[in-house]
């Protein structure tokens, strides 16, 4: 759920300055599992939400941050949403907390930062090239969803708003056009996250926009808590609004490539929500790409594919509530927020993590088999370390790289926090962030324990945070962290374990379509008996784009661990398997180039 007062309490952009953490913290944090770097490595982005005391819905929402290759060198680069003064007739100075000159473009315009990583020597070294990439994306940004749409091996950007969303097509060596026109994407609802995925498995990737709810500045009202105090509207104090999916249709005669809205004759349309997360996977694992709706506080939706029918067409059927992922194991709709999937359990489906508003602790859902879940947030122990924290970004990851994915949460109240208040807290907004270790199958189940105390400074600094994107950014073979902070500084959390065990590292690629494998699932089989399962994706967390690479953490599984082979499950349902691929480096695994297997498993 999306309230609260941030007009009077946001972490502004110098509460907490860039260099809080001191640049030598990998020295200053002996033990930590995570070192924050963002100054180190350049990344000096501080996000602003325009707030002028008016309370308008949409200042406590953003932002988002999108990891992604965009020159083809082989590292991540980084791409973060902006937010812009809002208000009729509002500038700058009207703003409670202005902007720093550092954080204008030129003209004195406020818009996206993208940040090519320069990796040398497995040291990051980011450095905003937003003016040479062409992008303007000077909207109030939200999220973004990373996908190479038209098939040249250039990964494209969506950008989504309050307001007009945007189609940046990347040109080669992350330079960018405005596309959005020409590609027919006219959404100009509430947008916050979205995803690219190939739901009719035609080899082009289509867009799913997920929409908040019909929120403008001319319908902005005033809202009071119960003390009568103003206060930032709820979403249920204005109208939901139906979600977007539109099919690319692939290049015309001119190359251009255009989107049809599609939302109507797939079913999409027909029921509406109030979007802040989505996740495809093939949740029944029927070989088609289904959808997960994280939606604020009405019923989650999961839109099953239906494949084609007569027409050639592709139906979906939400059947959240026949699975058991609609509500709560009380019944009751949560502020579903943050979304991620992944099979945490080792069963080979892929389960759901879900985060919310404090009060409401976060949810998992564990996938039973066909895509039937079970609450499972009581008993893997993850529901009393998260009742009092308001939870945005996050991920299933493996962090330690034993095998077992992790979690991590992105926090940051949006209801001001009493114990602050009391202690005339000027931003009583902020809370940490958490890390829970998964410890594996057990009696009785997984279970969750909490390491957030051991996590480091990155994770105990108290801000409002929102986004968050999970990737490995120095190619050292652990996942890091990258994380967005309302009215904030963006923070880059460098893993200091992960990469110390033995670890797989696999780009999926169709040479055919010339780009990653969306929606590829690969299972690493160890030679010890046990199938670890990923997919190809980088959708997820909240309104953020993740590495699209499968990293698998193989542990210390009978001393070292030896990987018997990887079979991989490409999009159109055919399968190759690869035998003893290298461990400690990333290889990139074509379609085509792989072992037919003599019976399709």
Known sequence: ????????????????????????????????????????????????????????????????????????????????????????????????????????????????????????????????????SGLRATGYGMGVATGDIDNDGAVDLYVTNFGADQLWRNQGGCTFIDATVRAGLSVDEWSVSATFVDYDRDGWLDLYVGNYVDFTIATHKPCYTTSSARDYCGPRSFNSVPDRLFRNLGPGADGQVTFQDVSAVAGIAAEFGGALGVVAADFNLDGWPDLYVANDQLPNQLWINRQRGDDGLVRFVNEAALAGVAVNMDGAPEASMGVDAADFDGDGDDDIFLTHLNRQTNTIYVNEGDGWFSDKTLVTGLGAPSVSFTSFGTAWLDYDNDGWVDLATANGAVQVIAELVLAKDPFPLHQPNQLFRNLGVAEGGVRFEDVTARAGAGFAISEVSRGAAFGDLDNDGDTDVVITNNNGPARLLRNEVGHRQAWLGLRLLDPKLNRDAVGARVAVELASGRTLWRRVRSDGSFASANDPRILVGLGAVGGQPKVRRARVLWPDGSTEIWHEPPLGRYTTLRKGEGVKPEVSP
């Not at 180190?40 to 992604?68: C, K, P, Q, R, T």
């Not at 703003?95 to 818009?111: D, I, S």
């Open 1 to 132: 759920m999306i309230t609260g007062a941030v007009c009077v309490s946001a972490v502004r952009a110098d509460a907490v300055p860039a260099d809080a953490v001191p640049a030598d913290a990998a020295f200053t944090e002996e033990g930590a599992l995570f070192v924050e770097v963002a100054a180190e490595s350049g990344l000096d982005f501080v996000h602003f939400n325009g707030m002028s005391g008016e309370l308008y819905f949409a200042e406590a929402a953003g932002a988002g941050v999108g990891l992604l290759d965009c020159d083809n060198d082989g590292d991540l680069d980084v791409y973060l949403s902006q937010g812009i003064m809002l208000g009729k007739g509002k500038s700058l100075a009207d703003a409670t907390f202005p902007p720093k000159p550092a954080m204008l473009m030129k003209g004195g315009v406020l818009g996206d930062r993208l940040y090519r990583n320069d990796l040398t020597q497995g040291r990051m070294k980011l450095m905003d090239i937003t003016e040479s």
